[in-house]
């Protein structure tokens, strides 16, 4: 008799959803705690974003040496993305000689039909109360990842979300669309190939 294997048609059902690039900013930190001694100055965060389940996803920003305001603004696409799946963002202290240390965890499970702009709490801070993380993510529009970069140091802006201003109001974003002339190919995370590919 035929065996129905419910975990493995499950699987194979979340194998066959359909990736959606998304295109990612990781803009700042805010409120994050002195993970340092201080002789040694403050905290020196960066952030780790990655797909929960797919570690070969993960993407870092850049060090901020001595804050604990870091802004980054820091542009890559997720093309590993499926709807349901989590994304979750994780706050560093780099220390040398040591692990480094959490300084907050944030994760997030949308479909991102529309384009998410949020400043969202983070949690496992360590005693810094209100720290948070603000972010972009929008759905790349066509097959093909739009032109941008990353940041080449601490705060560095090189590539923004196009916004309409409203007459009544602040700018809202627009359309998905992202600009930034003349700018490198963004850091994607690799699909893993098959075996022998």
């Not at 499926?82 to 979750?88: A, L, M, Y």
């Not at 000689?97 to 801070?125: C, H, M, N, W, Y």
């Amino acid at each position: 008799p035929t065996v129905f294997d419910g975990a493995r048609m499950e699987n194979a059902l979340l194998a066959a959803r359909p990736f959606v690039p998304l295109r990612v900013r990781i803009v700042r930190a805010s409120g994050l705690r002195n993970a340092d001694a201080f002789w040694l100055g403050e905290s020196d965060p960066y952030c780790k974003c990655e797909i929960v389940g797919k570690a070969y996803t993960r993407v870092c920003t850049a060090v901020c040496s001595n804050c604990t305001e870091p802004v980054w603004n820091f542009d890559f696409v997720l093309d590993e993305f499926q709807e349901g799946d989590t994304i979750k963002f994780t706050v560093c202290d780099q220390d040398v000689g040591k692990d480094d240390d959490t300084l907050g965890v944030a994760s997030i499970t949308e479909d991102f039909a529309s384009v998410f702009a949020q400043t969202v709490p983070l949690e496992r801070t360590g005693g810094a109360e209100g720290a948070s993380l603000t972010l972009e993510i929008a759905r790349v529009e066509g097959s093909a990842a739009p032109p941008s970069g990353s940041d080449s140091g601490c705060g560095a802006v090189v590539s923004t979300i196009a916004a309409e201003v409203a007459d009544d109001g602040p700018p809202r974003p627009a359309s998905h669309a992202w600009i930034a002339e003349g700018a490198s190919p963004l850091p994607t995370s690799p699909r893993p190939r098959a075996p022998g590919v």
